[in-house]
Nanobody, 124 residues
Framework: QVQLVESGGGSVQAGGSLRLSCAAS????????MGWFRQAPGKEREGVAA???????TYADSVKGRFTISHDNAKNILYLQMNSLKPEDTAMYYC??????????????????WGQGTQVTVSS
């Protein structure tokens, strides 16, 4: 079964940076689609960024220009570089992967496998 393990979360001040990592095991396909999502207390889970094996990426408007998603094919690790962090970025961040590929999407319902999450806290 596919396993996704996130790491790299923590507490930073506004304007700081963090890099999240997601190690994927048993998800070794030549074609893939993976993404980062986040959920703040009392809010619904929302898509942050997604990437596929064709190199296409998509971002939520709220993080465009600040976050960068990437994937190391050799190591099978998904990354999310987060710069210029804001207090509103505070949330639990999850890595996810899709089995059935299609249009790159930030819809959580389109993803089949999820990690346990890593907490990101940004203080003002």
């Amino acid at each position: 079964q596919v396993q996704l393990v996130e790491s790299g979360g923590g507490s930073v001040q506004a304007g700081g940076s963090l890099r999240l990592s997601c190690a994927a095991s048993r998800y070794t396909y030549s074609r893939y689609s993976m993404g980062w999502f986040r959920q703040a207390p009392g809010k619904e889970r929302e898509g942050v960024a997604a990437i596929n094996s064709d190199g296409f990426t998509t971002y939520a408007d709220s993080v465009k220009g600040r976050f960068t998603i990437s994937h190391d094919n050799a190591k099978n690790i998904l990354y999310l570089q987060m710069n210029s962090l804001k207090p509103e970025d505070t949330a639990m961040y999850y890595c996810a992967a899709r089995v059935i590929l299609g249009i790159l999407t930030l819809s959580p319902g389109a993803y089949n496998y999820w990690g346990q999450g890593t907490q990101v806290t940004v203080s003002s």
